[in-house]
Structures are given as structure tokens and as C-alpha cells.
């Protein structure tokens, strides 16, 4: 566990940074959300994220990211995170496509992800997707100053837990995190948890908020690659993530237009 004193604290200005790293960060994931198709390649989603970092003047958080090659994550079905961009993976019909991105400005970091779904997908891997998406909100609207790291945890699980009939896994491998002059940063901020426990929110504190769920269990393992998590069961995952600042009128999400 991180201790009080680890977890950073943001002035009104410093927010507003991070709020304009955020917002390239959604610029990106708006353009590749318009733009993604059948037939397209993971690489090119990449190219699309390079092309708006560069006008707005920003730089990508994950490229030489313990050297990590790429400025995007793209995860296709049972790849969960930390997809490798590639010439040769290619999207198809009925794909559901995990895409993560960070971005820098003046030093303030910005990271989320959201799952799109390309074409005819499955009403179940929809389903995965809506469910993922909604329990980042129930997170979002559990970081409350004055709370803990424990409570938003608590909400996600509750939230997933109560899709009796879809059996669900949420990631405990993988959890969100803090984040500021750094992209990963004290708190942890796992998916799932007790209420009341963990560090308590703050004003001033950031996080990345980014459940990871999948159908089946929650067993995953890493690729040849030592970046792509997958299923262990080969079976669809779902990430959506967003940057949250907390402040004394509740929780902010940065990474908006």
C-alpha cells in the first residue's frame, strides 16, 4: 500500500494542464473511434494518434514507455491491455477493440481508453462493452473527497456483480492508478475492493479510473510479445479508462472535449 505522503497533490492550475493533455488524449480516441473500419491495421489506428498529438503539441505518454514502441494500446478481442500497433493485425467485422492512449503536456500526463465495437459485433460482447463502460462511470461517480481509494473499487464490483446472467471477470492483475508528472503514480486504484478502506481522496489527488473486465474468469496471461495481457480462456474483454481529477465539487473527468 502507498502511504499518504507518496500521493500528489495538483493545484487549480496544474488541473489545467492536465486538462489539456486530457483533452488530446480524447482527440485521439474521437479521431480513431470515426475513422476505425474492417480491413483496417492496428498501426494505422497508431498513425492517427501520432498525427493529433503532433498538431495539438503534445507528446505520447507510452512511446518508450519502458520501451514500449507504440503511442497507442490496441487490444482486440481476447487481448485485454497493452496491444502492439502492427502492419500485420488487421481489424475485422464483429472485432471489439480496445484502444488506450496518453498524452503529455508541459509535463502533465492524460491516459484513457474506451472499447469500440467494429461492425456486427456479438449482442454479448456489446453487452461486455456497455457494462465495462458503465462501471468506469459508477467508479467516476464514487470519487468523492472525503472517500476512499476503497470505495470506488467497492462500486465497480457491486456494479459488476449484479449481471447474474453473464458471468463476468474484473482484473485484479491490472488496476487503475495515480497520475500527474508521472502517468502511473501513487494510489493503486483496483477495480474491485472493500468500502472505507485504501488511502482516503483528497482535493487535489488524480487518478485513472479503468475497469478491465471479461467474460468468463478472470485469469489472464502475457504474450511472446511481453506487452499483450489476454484471457486465459480466449474469451472477449472490454477496458474503458478515464483521468479523474478530484475537487471540492466532486470528481472531474479530464480526458473530455
Not at 476505425?36 to 503539441?57: F, H, N, Q, S, Y
Not at 465495437?117 to 459508477?138: C, F, M, P, Y
Not at 476512499?148 to 449484479?162: L, N, P, Q, T, Y
Request: aromatic letters at 6%; glycine letters at 10%; a negative charge.
Amino acid at each position: 500500500m502507498f502511504n499518504k505522503s507518496q500521493i500528489q497533490l495538483k493545484t487549480p492550475e496544474q488541473f489545467a494542464i492536465m486538462r489539456k493533455a486530457g483533452r488530446v488524449v480524447a482527440l485521439c480516441l474521437a479521431e480513431i473511434n470515426s475513422a476505425i473500419k474492417p480491413g483496417m491495421t492496428t498501426l494505422e489506428l497508431d498513425l492517427i494518434a501520432r498525427k493529433v498529438m503532433e498538431k495539438e503539441g503534445a507528446q505520447p505518454s507510452f512511446l518508450g514507455y519502458h520501451g514500449y514502441p507504440a503511442v497507442i494500446c490496441v487490444s482486440i478481442n481476447e487481448e485485454v491491455v497493452h496491444g502492439i500497433p502492427d502492419e500485420k493485425r488487421f481489424i475485422n467485422d464483429g472485432d471489439l477493440v480496445s484502444v488506450d492512449c496518453g498524452a503529455i503536456i508541459d509535463g502533465w500526463h492524460g491516459d484513457a481508453a474506451i472499447t469500440i465495437g467494429v461492425g456486427n459485433v456479438k449482442a454479448e460482447h456489446q453487452k461486455l462493452s456497455d457494462i465495462t463502460k458503465e462501471a468506469l462511470q459508477i467508479g467516476i461517480n464514487a470519487a468523492l473527497p472525503g472517500k476512499h481509494i476503497g470505495d470506488i473499487g467497492f462500486a465497480i464490483e457491486k456494479f459488476v456483480r449484479s449481471h447474474q446472467g453473464l458471468q463476468i471477470g474484473i482484473l485484479e492483475d491490472y488496476v487503475g492508478h495515480g497520475i500527474g508528472t508521472e502517468m502511473h503514480m501513487a494510489p493503486s486504484v483496483p477495480n474491485y475492493g472493500k468500502a472505507g478502506s485504501g488511502p482516503e481522496l483528497q482535493v487535489g489527488m488524480a487518478i485513472a479510473i479503468e475497469p478491465m473486465l471479461v467474460l468468463g474468469n478472470n485469469k489472464v496471461h502475457v504474450l511472446e510479445d511481453e506487452w499483450t495481457v489476454v484471457s486465459s480462456e480466449g474469451s472477449f474483454a472490454s477496458h474503458w479508462e478515464n483521468t479523474i481529477a478530484i475537487t471540492a465539487n466532486g470528481p472531474e473527468i479530464l480526458t473530455k472535449l
